[in-house]
């Protein structure tokens, strides 16, 4: 054989070594980044989860915690939302600026989930026509996710009430009304609407425009709130959930069955999420053990250079 095939078969045999690591650095590389994006996932849904907040809900009695305890940590936590049936059940918080609770949640600390956050043009006191409340749409039941589930009849149907709390009080919510707009509608995101004839107006086009709504009477004077979140498909789409305040505090006809704030592991990614650090390396090695295997394994059924020898007999001439 001469030199330059020698030169030859040792260059691809060192090709050959160079793209198996290469492709077990890509593999490794691409294994790490999948647990990373998973683990950052999970720890924005976990952040957004209405048990997180449970604790601090008005008059509740668990391990002694309570809104005012809250609002101590967050001074901008001012109100709590609760819809029944649903696992919308969070504190409502009031900023100078529209910008702070996308990305900030309840407790003031950064988070992708952000908050529930009332428009920064509102009065904390909803005495506006209307208040409009924020939150993000997240799968997994999360923040302003079940808003999304409205868009069926017979859930909106189902899901007439909720409660709010403010100023120490609590206060009903009788929802009448889901549209969908865009979210620079200003006919829509249109607080401190003022004088009777304006506010009628404005209610006879959230009838007008709304994809379903209920057989009840709204007045001018009323307190009316909308609760906005993104419409999932659509970039710009906004799915707004319509209610008033009302002195009258209706029942939860639900219970504690309808609004379960429980993790749910339905999907891989959650299970991946879940799994201890060991269980997730070792997976990893096995993988790569299981890759090298192969790659070994091709190299002895085919090995580089490897030729045919025939056995020599008496008329064979060597050259």
């Not at 054989?1 to 290469?22: P, Q």
């Not at 683990?39 to 601090?56: G, H, L």
């Not at 979140?229 to 305040?245: H, Q, W």
């Not at 990614?269 to 053990?289: S, T």
Request: with cysteine; charged share 25%; hydrophobic share 40%.
């Amino acid at each position: 054989m001469s030199k330059a095939a020698k030169f030859v078969r040792k260059a691809i045999r060192l090709m050959i070594k160079v793209v198996d690591t290469a492709i077990l650095i890509v593999i490794m590389f691409l294994i790490a980044a999948d647990y990373y994006a998973v683990w950052d996932s999970r720890q924005a849904y976990e952040w957004a989860e209405a048990a997180n907040y449970e604790i601090y809900k008005p008059d509740t009695e668990a391990q002694g915690y309570s809104f005012d305890e809250l609002q101590a940590i967050n001074p901008e936590v001012f109100a709590w939302l609760t819809i029944y049936g649903t696992h919308i059940d969070y504190p409502v918080v009031h900023a100078a600026d529209n910008l702070k609770y996308i990305n900030t949640n309840a407790m003031g600390q950064y988070s992708l989930s952000g908050a529930i956050f009332l428009d920064a043009r509102c009065d904390s006191d909803f005495s506006d026509f209307p208040s409009i409340m924020y939150g993000h749409h997240m799968e997994k039941n999360t923040m302003f996710g079940d808003i999304g589930n409205f868009a069926g009849k017979e859930y909106f149907d189902a899901h007439k009430y909720g409660m709010l709390y403010y100023n120490g009080q609590e206060y009903g919510l009788e929802f009448f009304a889901l549209l969908n707009c865009d979210a620079y509608d200003t006919t829509v995101f249109k607080p401190r609407i003022e004088g009777q004839e304006a506010r009628e107006a404005y209610i006879d086009l959230l009838l007008r425009t709304a994809t379903y709504t209920r057989g009840i009477e709204i007045a001018a004077d009323e307190r009316i709130v909308l609760l906005s979140t993104c419409s999932p498909g659509s970039t710009n789409g906004r799915d707004i959930l319509v209610g008033r305040i009302t002195d009258t505090l209706y029942e939860d006809s639900f219970g504690a069955s309808g609004s379960d704030t429980s993790r749910r592991v339905d999907e891989l990614p959650d299970i991946l999420a879940q799994l201890p650090l060991w269980v997730k390396v070792l997976v990893a090695i096995l993988l790569i053990l299981m890759l090298l295997l192969l790659s070994l394994a091709i190299r002895l059924k085919h090995p580089p250079g490897k030729r045919d020898k025939k056995p020599h007999t008496k008329g064979d001439r060597r050259i």
